[in-house]
């Protein structure tokens, strides 16, 4: 028996951090991390890939996801953010957006679980970007960006006062890869490799603690590799 995880990526740097990061990370819990699959933008299987921009292009793909392998030792997740999520999602036209509460984002992952019935899928849904992560170890930063560290000391005081980095907001110049822009110069312009070289540098285990949601998604699948 060999157990196997596709993981569903809005983009690009959250493909990068599957594939240098978290499969080796959760090889070693017993699962084999297959290649990551970018959100679709259109039903067109040749059309465009990453961003959670289109959320009937992303049914429509997971479901071909679903229908195309039926390995019972198989299961689908996602790593999609929640900032400018789009309110055709299952369930957000109920919440009030932009999500911000633990607890409503609970509730529309269940939701997105509910309009598939896929026993083998387990969505989730990053608060409120992966970029969250990078802001758990500013060590990390000043170590990667040592050229940028006064930035990054004035985005050190800046977030100080939030209890965990996935508490970092979601406003337009305030979410955790805008805040990573402001301080440090370039960043955008190789944001994937930027995001990898940090969270590389600053490990798993020192990123978990500040960040709960992540680290729970995390347990959930190190639990079940596992099992017997």
């Given at each position: 028996m060999r157990k196997r995880l596709l993981i569903y990526c809005e983009g690009q740097t959250e493909e990068m951090f599957v594939e240098r990061l978290l499969r080796?990370?959760?090889?070693?819990?017993?699962?084999?991390?297959?290649?990551?699959?970018?959100?679709?933008?259109s039903q067109d299987p040749r059309g465009q890939r990453g961003g959670f921009v289109n959320w009937n292009a992303i049914e429509f793909d997971l479901?071909?996801?679903?229908?195309?392998?039926?390995?019972p030792h198989l299961r689908f997740t996602t790593l999609l953010d929640v900032f400018r999520i789009p309110n055709t999602v299952p369930g957000a036209a109920s919440l009030s957006l932009p999500?911000?509460?633990?607890?409503?984002?609970?509730?529309?992952?269940?939701?997105?679980?509910a309009a598939f019935n896929e026993p083998r899928f387990k969505a989730y849904l990053q608060r409120h970007e992966l970029e969250a992560l990078l802001l758990?170890?500013?060590?990390?930063l000043e170590s990667v960006f040592h050229r940028d560290k006064p930035g990054i000391q004035q985005l050190a005081k800046d977030i100080a006062a939030f209890a965990n980095a996935e508490?970092?907001?979601?406003?337009q110049t305030t979410h955790p890869a805008a805040r990573l822009a402001s301080a440090i110069v370039g960043y955008e312009n190789l944001k994937a490799?930027?995001?990898?070289f940090v969270l590389a540098e600053a490990g798993l285990g020192a990123v978990r603690p500040r960040c709960p949601r992540f680290d729970a998604w995390m347990t959930r699948w190190e639990n079940w590799g596992t099992q017997p």
């Amino acid at each position: 028996m060999r157990k196997r995880l596709l993981i569903y990526c809005e983009g690009q740097t959250e493909e990068m951090f599957v594939e240098r990061l978290l499969r080796p990370h959760l090889q070693m819990h017993g699962i084999k991390v297959e290649r990551p699959i970018l959100a679709a933008t259109s039903q067109d299987p040749r059309g465009q890939r990453g961003g959670f921009v289109n959320w009937n292009a992303i049914e429509f793909d997971l479901r071909q996801q679903f229908a195309s392998d039926h390995d019972p030792h198989l299961r689908f997740t996602t790593l999609l953010d929640v900032f400018r999520i789009p309110n055709t999602v299952p369930g957000a036209a109920s919440l009030s957006l932009p999500l911000t509460a633990v607890a409503d984002i609970d509730v529309l992952e269940k939701s997105i679980e509910a309009a598939f019935n896929e026993p083998r899928f387990k969505a989730y849904l990053q608060r409120h970007e992966l970029e969250a992560l990078l802001l758990a170890d500013i060590a990390a930063l000043e170590s990667v960006f040592h050229r940028d560290k006064p930035g990054i000391q004035q985005l050190a005081k800046d977030i100080a006062a939030f209890a965990n980095a996935e508490e970092i907001n979601h406003g337009q110049t305030t979410h955790p890869a805008a805040r990573l822009a402001s301080a440090i110069v370039g960043y955008e312009n190789l944001k994937a490799s930027n995001a990898y070289f940090v969270l590389a540098e600053a490990g798993l285990g020192a990123v978990r603690p500040r960040c709960p949601r992540f680290d729970a998604w995390m347990t959930r699948w190190e639990n079940w590799g596992t099992q017997p």
